[in-house]
């Protein structure tokens, strides 16, 4: 089996500031995602990556930068954190296609 | 586009009982439909995907859904729930246009009582 790795766990941050979110996996996937859960809401798609050079825009990708370091790594950047994107980021990845994701944990971001 | 609609936010149930949580879309054309789980503090985990033969697919830990092409349905069912089912679920569709995307619907949080 794999796992998903996001640092940090916690996020805390000023408005107006840049933040990085890192994702790494271990399952060997080509394929990663950022998605972005308000409190009691679903997933909102941010940006993926199809293969390591690869990546596209979600449905949220305005405020947001990511980049596909590696195969094995996915970083998100909110390039100027406001206060009502307060959220549980996760992060996936999976084989491809429309395969079964797998997730992390999540990094939970505030911003004060 | 297409969309996910869960229609309730919160079912709760007694231990041992059935329970069906319901899951609809739009789109008209061919579609991937999965179901997630979330426990408190945790990440999605997959339990079953559909695309197309058999419209009854069994999942992992006794879950299975049912697609329904007249209805736009996905909806999953437990035959016996355990206290430890007690999570949020998540329907998540995917159109077969080749972009990979999954909407997610709001999810539905099921309370088992023990």
């Known amino acids: 089996g794999g796992i998903i790795t996001q640092t940090p766990k916690f996020l805390i941050g000023q408005e107006g500031q840049k933040l990085t979110l890192k994702c790494q996996q271990n399952f060997n996937h080509d394929t990663m995602y950022w998605y972005r859960q308000d409190s009691g809401k679903g997933l909102r798609l941010i940006y993926y990556?199809?293969?390591?050079?690869?990546?596209q825009k979600g449905d949220l990708s305005e405020g947001y930068d990511a980049s596909r370091e590696k195969k094995s790594s996915f970083s998100l950047t909110v390039t100027s954190a406001q206060k009502n994107e307060m959220a549980v980021f996760l992060c996936?990845?999976?084989?491809?296609?429309?395969?079964?994701?797998?997730f992390g944990p999540g990094t939970r971001l505030t911003v004060l | 586009t297409q969309t996910v609609s869960q229609s309730d936010a919160h079912v709760t149930v007694f231990e041992g009982d059935s329970v069906e949580l319901r899951c609809n879309y739009s789109?008209?054309?061919?579609?991937?439909l999965s179901w997630y789980i979330q426990h408190h503090g945790h990440g999605l985990q997959f339990l079953l995907k559909y695309y197309s033969g058999n419209p009854v697919v069994q999942g992992v830990n006794g879950f299975e859904a049912e697609f329904s092409k007249s209805d736009s349905s996905f909806h999953l069912r437990k035959a016996s729930v355990h206290w430890s089912d007690s999570a949020v679920y998540f329907c998540?569709?995917?159109?077969?246009?080749?972009?990979?995307?999954?909407?997610f619907g709001a999810g539905t949080r099921l309370k088992v009582i023990a």
């Open positions: 998540a569709v995917s159109a077969n246009t080749g972009n990979y995307k999954y909407v």
């Open positions: 996936a990845s999976s084989t491809g296609g429309y395969a079964e994701q797998f």
């Open positions: 789109y008209g054309g061919s579609i991937y």
């Open positions: 990556s199809i293969t390591e050079n690869d990546l």
